[in-house]
C-alpha cells in the first residue's frame, strides 16, 4: 500500500487521464476502419489504449485479413485515424485531473507523462491545459519506444526520465494494458475508471488500486496529504483503524473472526494492516457474488469459528458489502445461539443499507434472503475510505438504495439525490447523504426491529427487486441488489401511481432518473411475466404465502405498507415497466 511519503515520482497516462479523449480516439478509428471495409466497433478500441498507432492496426488486420499490416499502410492508415480524430474538435481536460496534478505537485512529487499517444493536436495542449505540470525533458510519446504497452518500455523510460527505482514510482492508468505495463515495470499502479472498461479487467491485471473517476482518485490524494510536504495528518486509514479497535476492545472477545470476500481481502484489507485488534484474528475469505452467498460459505465459517474455539464470547468482524455482511451476520447469528459481530461496510450499498438494522441471510433454492435472522451488530463503523475503490457501477447500485431512502422518508433528500452525477462526484456531498440515509434507517431499526409494521416502509422497491434479482440469478445475468431495486421501485411506483395516487410526474421523472444511471436490467419479455409474479408470491415478506406484499407511496415521503394487489394489477404494472424501459 502507498500513500504520498511513500512515491518519489508519479507516471501519468494521457488518453482517459489527462483528458477525456478516448471517446473521440474509439469514434475515429472505428470510422477509419470501415471506411477501409474492415469490421470493428468503437467500444473494442478502449481496450487497445495504450498501444501506439501502428501495433493497434497491425492487431486488427492480424485478426481481419489474417496478415500483417505493410508500413505504407500503417502510416497512412494511422494518419488518417488522426485526421477523423482531429475533426472532431477540442478534447476536454478530464474532470478531476487538475486536482490530482496539483496534490502531486503540493507533495513535490516530479511527473512524467507517459502516453502511448503520438496526436499533435493533444499533445500540443498539454502546456496550455496544464502549465508547468510536464516539462519537455518529462515527457514520453509512442515516438520515444520501439515497444508500446503493454510492453514496459514506455514506463521504465518513465522512471528513468524521473531519476527514481519503479518500486518508488505510482503509475496512473484507465487501461487494461497500461496498467499490465505499469505492472511489468515494477510500479504501483492505479487504475482510474474513466471509461465503458468494467472493473473486473483492471483487476485481472494486477490494479494495485482502482477508482470509478478521476475526482475520486484525487479525493484520495488530497486526503493523504493537507499540504506540499508536510507529514500526513492522522490519516483516513489511521482514523478507521482507531474506530475498528476501539470497537472490538469494548467488547472484551474471547477470540476475534474476520469475513471478508477476495476483492476487498485484496483492496482494502492492506489499507487495516495496522489494527492491532485485528493482528491476530483469524480471517475467512469467501469469493464475491450472489452465488456464493449459500449454505456452503456459511459453513465455511462455522467451521473457522470452530477451528478457533470461538465462544459466546466471541465476535465476528465482518468486512465487505452486503454479501458479507449478511453472511457473516447470519453465521455469527447462528453460532452457538448467536456471538456478537460487528460490520464495517466497504460499498455504499452496504454502508446505507445490508450493514445497519441486523437482518442478516443466505440464498436458498434460487430465492433472495430466504432463509436468516434478526441480529443485531453490536457496532457498524461507517466509513468513506473505502468508497474511493468502487467502480462506479458498484456505486449506483447503493445510490439506488439511498433514493429508496428518499422516497420513503425525506422529499429533500430525495429531490438532493436526483443530481445523481454531481452527488457522486461530490464526496462530503455524497458523505452527507449517506449519513442521512444512516440516521433514517436507524430511526425506524429502533422503533420496530423486528419489522411488525414501520420497518417494512424499507421494503420499498424490495418485492419487485427481489424478483428481478432471482431471474438474473436464473439466468446467470449479472444484475446487482441495488440495480434490481432500482427496477424494483419503478414497478412499484407504477403501482402506486395506479392504486394510490401517486403524481404522474414524480413518476415519469424517476424514469428520468434511472435512465441517465444507465441501470442494467434483466431483458423480460411477456412470457417472463408470470413468472416474476410467482417469484414475488414467495418473497419472505408476504403476510400470507401466495400474495406479494408491497409498500407503495402516496406521494414522495408518505408510504403505505401491507398493499396486497391482485394479480392482474400487478400484471398490468409489470406490462407499463416494460413499455417505459424499452
Not at 484489507?269 to 469469493?287: D, Q, Y
Not at 427487486?465 to 446487482?480: C, V
Request: glycine share 8%; aromatic share 6%.
Amino acid at each position: 500500500m502507498r500513500t504520498l511519503k511513500d512515491i518519489r515520482a508519479a507516471l501519468i497516462d494521457m488518453d482517459g487521464v489527462l483528458y477525456d479523449s478516448m471517446p473521440y480516439h474509439a469514434r475515429a478509428w472505428h470510422q477509419m476502419m470501415t471506411e477501409q471495409g474492415i469490421k470493428t466497433t468503437p467500444e473494442e478500441f478502449y481496450l487497445y489504449e495504450g498501444m501506439t498507432g501502428p501495433a493497434t492496426i497491425n492487431l486488427i488486420f492480424r485478426r481481419e485479413l489474417h496478415r500483417d499490416a505493410t508500413p505504407d499502410e500503417k502510416h497512412n492508415l494511422y494518419a488518417r485515424k488522426a485526421e477523423l480524430f482531429v475533426e472532431m474538435g477540442k478534447k476536454k481536460p478530464m474532470p478531476g485531473a487538475d486536482r490530482m496534478l496539483r496534490a502531486f505537485e503540493k507533495a513535490r512529487i516530479p511527473r512524467v507523462l507517459v502516453t502511448g499517444s503520438a496526436q499533435s493536436s493533444l499533445i500540443g495542449n498539454l502546456d496550455k491545459d496544464y502549465p508547468g505540470a510536464f516539462p519537455m525533458d518529462k515527457r514520453v510519446t509512442a515516438l520515444d519506444v520501439v515497444h508500446g504497452k503493454p510492453d514496459p518500455e514506455p514506463y521504465l523510460k518513465g522512471v528513468m526520465k524521473a531519476g527514481v527505482a519503479p518500486s518508488d514510482a505510482i503509475v496512473v492508468e484507465n487501461a487494461p494494458l497500461g496498467v499490465r505495463a505499469g505492472k511489468a515495470a515494477g510500479c504501483f499502479t492505479v487504475a482510474v475508471m474513466t471509461g465503458p472498461i468494467p472493473m473486473e479487467e483492471f483487476s485481472k491485471e494486477g490494479a494495485d488500486m482502482i477508482f470509478p473517476s478521476m475526482d475520486h482518485f484525487a479525493d484520495w490524494l488530497e486526503r493523504e496529504y493537507s499540504q506540499a510536504g508536510s507529514e500526513p495528518q492522522e490519516s483516513a486509514t489511521a482514523e478507521l483503524c482507531k474506530r475498528i479497535d476501539e470497537a472490538v476492545e469494548a467488547l472484551n472477545p474471547a477470540t476475534v473472526t474476520v469475513v471478508t470476500d477476495s476483492n476487498v481481502s485484496r483492496l482494502i484489507m492492506p489499507l487495516l494492516a495496522g489494527c492491532r485488534s485485528l493482528a491476530k484474528a483469524n480471517t475467512v475469505v469467501i469469493e464475491p457474488g450472489e452465488d456464493n452467498k449459500d449454505i456452503n460459505s456459511a459453513i465455511k465459517i462455522w467451521n473457522a469459528l470452530e477451528e478457533t474455539e470461538a465462544t459466546r464470547k466471541s465476535i465476528v468482524v465482518n468486512i465487505g458489502g452486503g454479501l458479507v455482511t449478511d453472511i457473516g451476520g447470519f453465521a455469527a447469528a447462528t453460532f452457538k445461539r448467536g456471538i456478537r459481530c460487528i460490520n464495517v461496510p466497504t460499498t455504499l450499498l452496504g454502508a446505507v443499507d445490508a450493514a445497519t438494522g441486523g437482518k442478516t441471510a443466505i440464498n436458498f433454492n434460487g430465492l433472495k434472503n430466504e432463509i436468516g435472522a434478526f441480529h443485531q451488530p453490536s457496532d457498524v463503523i461507517i466509513t468513506a475510505l473505502p468508497l474511493s475503490s468502487l467502480s462506479r457501477r458498484e456505486i449506483a447500485s447503493g445510490y439506488a438504495e439511498m433514493l429508496k431512502t428518499g422516497f420513503i422518508a425525506d422529499a429533500g433528500l430525495y429531490s438532493e439525490l436526483l443530481h445523481m452525477d454531481e452527488v457522486i462526484a461530490d464526496t462530503a456531498r455524497l458523505e452527507k447523504a449517506m449519513k442521512r440515509c444512516v440516521e433514517i434507517k436507524e430511526e425506524v431499526v429502533a422503533q420496530d426491529p423486528t419489522e411488525k409494521g414501520l420497518r417494512k416502509i424499507l421494503n420499498f422497491g424490495h418485492t419487485a427487486g427481489h424478483a428481478f434479482e432471482s431471474l438474473a440469478i436464473e439466468r446467470h445475468q449479472s444484475l446487482t441488489h441495488g440495480e434490481a431495486v432500482a427496477h424494483g421501485m419503478l414497478v412499484e411506483l407504477i403501482l402506486s401511481h395506479m392504486l394510490k395516487g401517486f403524481p404522474s410526474d414524480e413518476l415519469h421523472r424517476y424514469v428520468s432518473t434511472i435512465l441517465k444511471a444507465q441501470y442494467p436490467r434483466v431483458k423480460m419479455t411477456c412470457e417472463d411475466i408470470p413468472k416474476l409474479i410467482s417469484l414475488m408470491a414467495h418473497d419472505k415478506k408476504n403476510a400470507s404465502a401466495g400474495h406479494p406484499n408491497f409498500t407503495l407511496l402516496t406521494t414522495v415521503g408518505t408510504p403505505l405498507i401491507d398493499c396486497v394487489p391482485d394479480g392482474k394489477e400487478i400484471e398490468s404494472a409489470l406490462e407499463i415497466y416494460r413499455d417505459m424501459m424499452g
